[in-house]
């Protein structure tokens, strides 16, 4: 069974920056695509950024040119560097991952939550 495992979270004053991290587990799979989002108290969960196996890119437009996705070679980590942090940047963040488990011998696809973790700007 694949499992995401986030960490990096933290308290950061307004303009700082934090880097997120998602390591995926499990025996045997493989990932098409990581993301991460957020969800702010009162509200719904949204996305941040997605990141595909061949390297597409997707942002919030929120998040455009402060935040940025990247991920290992293997793409088993994918990380969330986030400059310029504001306000309302504050929730808890989620890492997603889609892709196919092995684990039975049989390429299951399975899409998954990891169990997030707080970012919280303030001064």
């Known amino acids: 069974q694949v499992q995401l495992v986030e960490s990096g979270g933290g308290l950061v004053q307004p303009g700082g920056s934090l880097r997120l991290s998602c390591a995926a587990s499990?025996?045997?799979?493989?990932?098409?695509?990581m993301g991460w989002y957020r969800q702010a108290p009162g509200k719904q969960r949204e996305l941040v950024a997605t990141?595909?196996?061949?390297?597409?890119?997707n942002y919030a437009d929120s998040v455009k040119g402060r935040f940025t996705i990247s991920r290992d070679t293997a793409m088993k980590t994918v990380y969330l560097r986030m400059n310029g942090l504001k306000s309302e940047d504050t929730a808890v963040y989620f890492c997603?991952?889609?892709?196919?488990?092995?684990?039975?011998?049989?390429?299951?696809?399975?899409?998954?939550w990891g169990q997030g973790t707080q970012v919280s700007v303030s001064a």
């Open positions: 997603n991952a889609e892709g196919l488990d092995y684990g039975l011998g049989l390429g299951l696809p399975f899409n998954i």
């Open positions: 499990g025996s045997r799979f493989s990932i098409n695509a």
């Open positions: 990141l595909t196996f061949a390297g597409s890119t």
